[in-house]
């Protein structure tokens, strides 16, 4: 039976870069554009042009012609997003099953949720907000090399060497790195997740408490950011109160006090004298320490009163007009500056400031947030006492970016630096090329991201690590499904997934960074981070074959009890009937079936609490490092 093909509409340079990523997936291809593309690579040119068909992708009988109605997926990558949804439901209609990926863009934001909800099996796809998560990866000031939310969990890529299993886990690459990225929880969000296992109700106590602890040191660090004139403020204003209580207390004891000070410092000056003044007391007997202290009072109660309506004045402004001044950025965060970026500026900006950074945004237009445009110069007057931690460069022009970046590279020589390439083939090679910075390349990302989606899986977001893009992938488990009945040791070491979370299908909660032994089933949902050529290995079913094994050696004759323990050890870990091991337990050395290292340190812990001497070695034919257990 011949294998449906994949049908790409729009052959600009996204369009093209998803053909060649699309190329290594051994599918037909079938390409429609409105007009001849002027093509980058001359040899996906040779191979492509013959299936190539010219018109208008909103056409029923241009899309039959291309073969929309028996692909399997069907690209839809005009720049044009209303092009691309009318063309969506045009192939809906002559499809059924097909799956669609439009692209969108962020003006389209509500349309593409709602095709969503309302047409299953089609994925709307925005580059502005893909290429977002790699532009934050690439300014975040911390040690962590990305960020992930799944289930409510953070999970973040830190260099390290791996400690505990069940709190880390190696990122898979197909390349080894020096030092490891390990996946790693970084604090708990929700209820749903916890390393290994369900949440118990316990976690939920815990997790209050933290939260008061969380405010109290939010208060706390308040207090400390005070500057020294704000402290004297606040004290002569403390000490206003303190001796108005005295000074103006009189006959009628400390209330008096209380209320004509406060009248005073509310700025009412005649009727606050107006309490002493009697039939029996005069203007005339009133002291002159009287007259002057409620005269110095109701100033500071002016100054006072005015500070409160300017700050009344300026909420209703921003929150009703949308007028917001720009401020110097606070002292006890880090300074991003962003350059242009317009929405994608917008979504970058949200997401440092969620990670308690400071942003300053420059731009030649309107930004849409309410802010004025600062222009280049009055973004760095703002930032003469502060040097910046990151610079983002995001403007659509790349020499433009450049001469920008470089400029800034010279004031900020320690910043990291991000440099927006809309479609730079190798922005990579660039990057390295300045030293310095990071190019990153929206194409590439965009193009990993649909071509994952157009084999079905759901891309929950994209990041940039080392020069590879990563994906943040859910898949859901189903029957014949590639991953059904593996373990996750299995996934890790012979697709090349990392797994991040598991979710049964009877269950609530989530299992984070589930154990190298548990078992995909038909409805669970697994979320892993990998490569496009780690979904390839999956979609194509070519898993690499573990690399290692146990050699063991039973000292002695066991006991009954002790011989029944080794045989259920072996049974499970090796995936054999219990009868099956007996071999293995004649006091001679044996080797166990190829193992995945996991599963090999696993058996060894557990044989070696049961007093079996072994040794993780590399199976036959492999050169991987030795382990003692």
């Known amino acids: 039976m011949a294998t449906p093909p994949v049908l790409v509409c729009g052959l600009g340079s996204l369009g093209q ?59 839809l990558l005009s720049s044009r997003s209303t092009v691309n949804f009318e063309a969506a439901l045009q192939v809906r209609l002559l499809n059924p099953q097909a799956r669609i990926v439009a692209r969108s863009s962020s003006q389209q934001a509500e349309f593409a949720a709602l095709l969503e909800e309302k047409l299953p099996g089609i994925a709307v796809l925005d580059p502005v907000l ?77 997790w209050l408490r933290s939260e008061w602890s969380l405010a109290a040191a939010r208060v706390r660090g308040w207090l400390r950011r005070r500057s020294r004139l704000q402290w004297i403020l606040a004290g002569a204003v403390l000490a206003l109160l303190l001796a108005g209580l005295q000074l103006f207390a009189g006959p009628h004891g400390w209330r008096q006090g209380v209320f004509v000070t406060l009248a005073l410092l509310k700025g009412e000056y005649v009727d606050a004298v107006a309490v002493f003044l009697t039939e029996q007391r005069s203007i005339g007997e009133a002291s002159g320490w009287l007259i002057g202290g409620t005269l110095l009072y109701a100033l500071v109660g002016t100054l006072l009163t005015s500070a409160l309506v300017a700050v009344i004045l300026e909420w209703l402004l921003r929150d009703r007009l949308g007028v917001r001044r720009p401020r110097p950025p606070r002292r006890d965060r880090p300074v991003v500056l962003l350059v242009e970026g317009g929405a994608l500026a917008d979504r970058v900006q949200r997401d440092l400031e969620r990670e308690r950074c400071a942003v300053v945004r420059v731009s030649e237009q309107d930004s849409g ?49 991000a440099v927006l390439a809309a479609s730079m083939g190798a922005a990579e090679q660039l990057g390295d090329l300045l030293g310095g910075m990071t190019v990153i390349s929206t194409t590439d990302l965009v193009a990993d991201a649909i071509v994952a989606t157009a084999f079905g899986e759901v891309v929950l977001g994209v990041c940039r690590v080392r020069g590879v893009t990563l994906l943040l992938v859910r898949y859901r488990i189903t029957a014949d499904d590639t991953l059904c009945g593996r373990s996750v040791a299995r996934l890790e070491h012979g697709y090349g997934l990392t797994c991040l979370a598991l979710r049964r299908s009877r269950s609530a909660a989530a299992m984070g960074l589930p154990r190298a032994e548990s078992i995909v089933a038909a409805g669970d949902q697994l979320t892993v981070l990998a490569d496009l050529d780690a979904l390839r290995r999956v979609e194509l079913g070519r898993a690499r074959p573990p690399a290692w094994c146990l050699r063991l050696q039973v000292i002695g004759t066991p006991d009954a009890e002790r011989r029944f ?15 099956e091991v007996l071999p293995l337990l004649d006091g001679r050395e044996h080797h166990t079936p190829r193992l995945d290292l996991d599963i090999s340190e696993l058996l060894a812990q557990d044989l070696h609490h049961l007093g079996v001497r072994s040794q993780v070695v590399p199976a036959a034919g492999d050169g991987a490092t030795r382990t003692e257990a």
Do not use: K
């Open 17 to 75: 870069a998803c053909l060649r990523r699309l190329s290594r997936f051994d599918v037909p291809l079938r390409i429609l554009d409105l007009q001849r593309p002027s093509w980058a690579d001359p040899e996906l040119e040779q191979r492509l042009d013959p299936h190539l068909v010219l018109g208008d992708m909103r056409l029923p009988h241009v899309l039959r012609a291309a073969g929309a109605e028996e692909a399997r997926s069907v690209l």
């Open 565 to 579: 323990n080794l045989q259920q050890c072996l049974a499970r870990w090796l995936g054999r009937q219990p009868g």
């Open 369 to 417: 947030a309410g802010v004025p445009s600062l222009g280049l110069a009055e973004g760095l007057a703002l930032l003469q006492q502060r040097p910046a931690a990151a610079l983002g460069v995001l403007s659509a022009d790349l020499l433009g970016n450049l001469h920008t970046a470089l400029a800034l590279q010279q004031r900020w020589p320690q910043a990291r630096l």
């Open 130 to 206: 893909l290429t977002a998560e790699a532009i934050t990866a690439a300014l975040r000031p911390s040690r962590q090399a990305a960020l992930f939310q799944v289930e409510g969990q953070t999970y973040g890529l830190i260099e390290g060497r791996l400690d505990d299993r069940r709190h880390q886990r190696p990122l898979q690459l197909a390349a080894a790195a020096e030092p490891p990225l390990l996946v790693t929880p970084l604090a708990l969000v929700g209820r749903g997740v916890a390393p290994g296992a369900p949440v118990p109700p316990a976690a939920g106590r815990r």
